[in-house]
């Protein structure tokens, strides 16, 4: 059964220091265009993600995410005591050097007698002081878990693209068949429309009072209604229609042959409709070409 290359698929696991997400969402495309849209993967892990993601959707506009829930219990702001305590030292000393009018010397330690609140409020607005180091989430430890969840979204991303492909596949053959249903209604006028241009030559001989030698008129009439004939293209279309139910049944990742066959058909309607000569056959054309155009906008989002 074909696929779609729009999907979406989400897995989560759960680490030591929170939840991690996994999201997968592609939408059609010539080739495996991959977007890491995280900061979180590992550079050393990128590579296989890439080739992971590639060897599982094959094809499409694809984009990768990795989100981060930490505990309740890690996810509170940490003081870095050390740096704080830097900040403190620097400050005491600047106080230190620091001299007023009358001469008095300014010391950390009557700040913090007279305004500790403000020194403190100071002291933790310095750089890097509250969670001045961020913890690597995802490490060599966990990291089989986090591919397994990656395993995961990817599988529903596919189950999701298989769900969509069905839609599509039902969607299509039965456009193909309805292009079919309307070569075989273009047989009903072949008579008529035969008739039709050799009334046209006559009445126009009639127009001009010309009297042609018979056995010419019906040898040039006989080859200019055999370059009229549709036979030939309406032979090929039922074969490019079956060609492409094939072709659509038959195989796993059928989108760009699908895109050439449709190319093909729309070559002997497009030949099928310059060559009618019958307002009715006409209509018909348009009909085909209207179920031909939905075939090509659908075959695009086929894997």
């Known amino acids: ?6 999907g979406y698929g989400k897995a989560e696991a ?10 997968v969402r592609s939408l059609n495309g010539k080739t495996a265009d991959i977007s890491l849209k995280t900061s979180m993967l590992p550079k050393d892990k990128e590579m296989a993600v890439r080739q992971k993601i590639a060897a599982a959707l094959t094809r499409g506009n694809i984009d990768f995410f990795i989100t981060y829930e930490p505990n309740a219990a890690d996810s509170a702001k940490k003081i870095n005591m050390e740096l704080a305590m830097e900040y403190y030292q620097q400050i005491f000393e600047l106080g230190r050097k620091i001299q007023t009018k009358n ?11 007279q305004n500790p609140n403000d020194l403190l409020a100071m002291i ?3 750089p890097e002081v509250m969670d001045a180091k961020k913890q690597e989430v995802i490490t060599d430890e966990n990291w089989p878990i986090v591919d397994a969840c990656i395993d995961e979204a990817l599988a529903n991303i596919n ?5 969509e492909g069905e839609v599509l596949y039902k969607d299509v053959t039965e456009k193909v068949a309805n292009i079919l249903e309307y ?13 039709a241009i050799r009334e046209k030559i006559l009445s126009r001989f009639a127009e001009l009072k010309a009297e042609p030698d018979q056995s010419r008129l019906e040898q040039e009439m006989i080859f200019y209604i055999e370059k009229l004939d549709i036979n030939e293209e309406k032979v090929r279309l039922r074969q490019h229609c079956r060609y492409f139910l094939d072709t659509i049944a038959g195989e796993e990742c059928p989108g760009k042959k ?13 030949t099928t409709g310059s060559k009618a000569n019958h307002t009715e056959i006409q209509k018909i054309v348009v009909k085909m070409k209207d179920e031909l155009e939905k075939i090509k906008e659908q075959s695009l989002n086929i894997l």
């Open 103 to 113: 001469d008095s010397r300014i010391g950390a330690e009557n700040l913090w007698t």
């Open 14 to 23: 759960i680490l030591e220091t929170g939840k991690i997400t996994v999201e």
């Open 159 to 163: 189950a999701f693209r298989t769900q």
């Open 183 to 195: 070569s075989a209604q273009v047989e009903a006028f072949e008579k008529e429309r035969v008739e």
């Open 124 to 126: 933790v607005r310095m």
């Open 1 to 6: 059964m074909i696929r779609s290359m729009t």
């Open 258 to 270: 699908l895109g050439f066959i449709a190319q093909e058909m729309g070559r002997e309607i497009n």
